[in-house]
């Protein structure tokens, strides 16, 4: 999968070879990604397949509600690193990486889209019915379907994902992170609730026991308590969540580098 930051893309004052044949597209934080996100990624990928078009993922280097909501923000559900390697897993031909500053939100919704539209040739997209962009959100459903219509491309926007009569979110499944419901959480993500690890520091406590501060880990942590994990390739082990640290007890003679742990 080819990997584009928003600088690279917003720079360029034509095509890019890459999107020669035009793409197909989805544009959001896509925290998780959960079950709500993959009706849409369908859709791309489809899209891109019946039209012979390159298929993609616009994001974002940060979840939007961890930059706009910051004072009661739970955290993340996946980090940047995992989340591209879903795209990837799931078939997506590039992803665009955006980081949202204070320029980039000065920016009309039309200008943004006008930048898809002429250098990633975007052909199609499609989004969730509450879906807006640019300056204050004000572009929203009914202004970008007139202008897809004015610059042939097919916007579509599909209904939400229902889970036990509620709306799947990401802001949900943060709730039930936090929680320590991860049944809940599996079944509106479609796979287990994963914490990254690859670049936390941590500290030795003993032979078998890595402590990790919470402060220090971005993404949603479970209520205090002793939760069962797993490592990669399925070995178990456990998790205890205390007021400011998390402390990973490995299984003995455990001596690979711990990149993720599930729930």
């Keep these: 999968m080819q990997t584009f930051t928003w600088n ?11 999107f020669q044949k035009g793409s197909a597209l989805t544009i959001g934080s896509f925290d998780g990604p959960h079950i709500g996100h993959s009706v849409l990624f369908d859709k791309v990928l489809d899209a891109a397949k019946q039209h012979g ?13 961890g930059i706009k909501y910051a004072g009661n923000y739970l955290g993340d559900i996946s980090t940047l690193r995992l989340r591209l390697a879903e795209y990837e897993k799931r078939g997506f031909d590039f992803a665009i990486v955006i980081d949202f500053t204070k320029e980039f939100s000065r920016m009309e919704g039309t200008d943004f889209l006008s930048v898809l539209a002429k ?25 970008i379907l007139t202008f897809a219509q004015a610059n042939r491309f097919v916007a579509e926007f599909i209904p939400s994902v229902m889970y036990n009569d509620h709306r799947v979110s990401s802001s949900l499944i943060r709730m039930n992170v ?12 479609g796979r287990p609730y994963s914490i990254d690890l ?13 402590v990790y501060r919470k402060n220090q880990i971005n993404q949603v942590v479970p209520t205090k308590g002793v939760y069962s994990v797993k490592l990669e390739d399925d070995v178990e082990a456990k ?23 599930s729930f």
């Design 198 to 210: 690859a670049d936390a520091e941590y500290t030795k406590n003993g032979a078998n026991s890595l």
């Design 53 to 65: 078009l390159v298929a993609g993922v616009v994001t974002f280097v940060k979840p939007l509600p």
């Design 178 to 189: 936090e929680s320590g419901d991860f049944k809940t959480v599996s079944q509106m993500l």
């Design 119 to 143: 250098v990633c040739k975007m052909k199609y997209i499609v989004e969730g019915q509450d879906f807006n962009c640019g300056k204050d959100g004000l572009c929203v459903k009914e202004r």
């Design 8 to 18: 690279v893309i917003s720079s360029q004052s034509s095509t890019i070879p890459f």
């Design 239 to 261: 998790l205890e969540v205390n007021a400011e640290s998390i402390i990973l007890e490995l299984p003995q003679g455990f001596v690979n580098e711990v990149q993720t742990i």
